[in-house]
């Protein structure tokens, strides 16, 4: 609650700077593994005409605007239903920095692809030209199916890319279907594998948070982050 009110003091300052008046309330209703967040603010003042007692008249009024954010945990993401872009990246950074204490938790742009392991298959798990890496193994996928009704299936194994090459498994035909990958990796110097997820479109999970910069020179190599990204959030599933 602590958190939403000091969300909402922000998000009333910056609404005011802009003009569209004071008395934003956040509200939230967790839904499973999502939090779906409805944001109440005022618009720009606006003047209509209207009639009173039967004669010509003005009415100035500021209309109200409910903006729906949903956040959810799996993916790491943060879908926003608001008005414009400058609003959006409001969003993005107050939400970012009030509930996880990073500005940047939500790029806005999306950062990972999984499509390299459709593309490229098993070369997708090169690394001997990034220093500190001696093999990269796929042991999990993750497919979401967003028909009617919606499943989301996990495949789980040594090596994926052998039930792959023995058509165990079958890629999806949107590579967006894939959302989630789990890489172990065998770093120079060190006994035991660690475990890396990748979680399109803006989320690495780290064993140890001393592993990203190598990793991250890995995911760029082989095409898992885009150029276009470095340089610089559908509707929900019921």
Not at 35 to 57: Q, T
Not at 115 to 144: I, Q, W, Y
Not at 169 to 188: H, L
């Amino acid at each position: 609650a602590g958190d939403l009110c000091a969300l909402e003091a922000s998000l009333d300052d910056w609404y005011s700077q802009k003009k569209r008046g004071r008395g934003c309330r956040v509200f939230s209703f967790p839904k499973g593994d999502e939090c779906w967040f409805l944001v109440r603010h005022g618009l720009p003042c606006k003047r209509e005409g209207s009639f009173e007692d039967g004669r010509p008249a003005s009415i100035f009024y500021r209309p109200q605007k409910h903006d729906v954010l949903v956040y959810n945990a799996t993916a790491g993401e943060l879908r926003i239903n608001c008005c414009g872009k400058r609003e959006l990246d409001r969003f993005l950074k107050a939400f970012g920095f009030f509930l996880f204490g990073d500005e940047g938790f939500f790029p806005g742009t999306a950062k990972y692809t999984l499509a390299p392991l459709v593309h490229d298959a098993r070369n997708s798990l090169a690394c001997l030209d990034v220093p500190g890496m001696e093999s990269v193994t796929l042991k999990e996928v993750e497919f979401l199916y967003r028909g009617k009704p919606w499943q989301r299936t996990i495949r789980k194994s040594d090596d994926i890319f052998a039930l792959v090459e023995a058509e165990l498994i079958r890629w999806p035909k949107d590579v967006e279907q894939i959302t989630r990958a789990i890489f172990e990796i065998k770093f120079s110097g060190s006994k035991k594998c660690r475990k890396v997820a990748v979680i399109p479109s803006n989320r690495a999970q780290y064993g140890r948070d001393d592993d990203s910069s190598i990793v991250e020179q890995w995911l760029k190599a082989r095409g898992f982050i885009g150029e276009a990204i470095l340089d610089d959030d559908e509707e929900p599933v019921d």
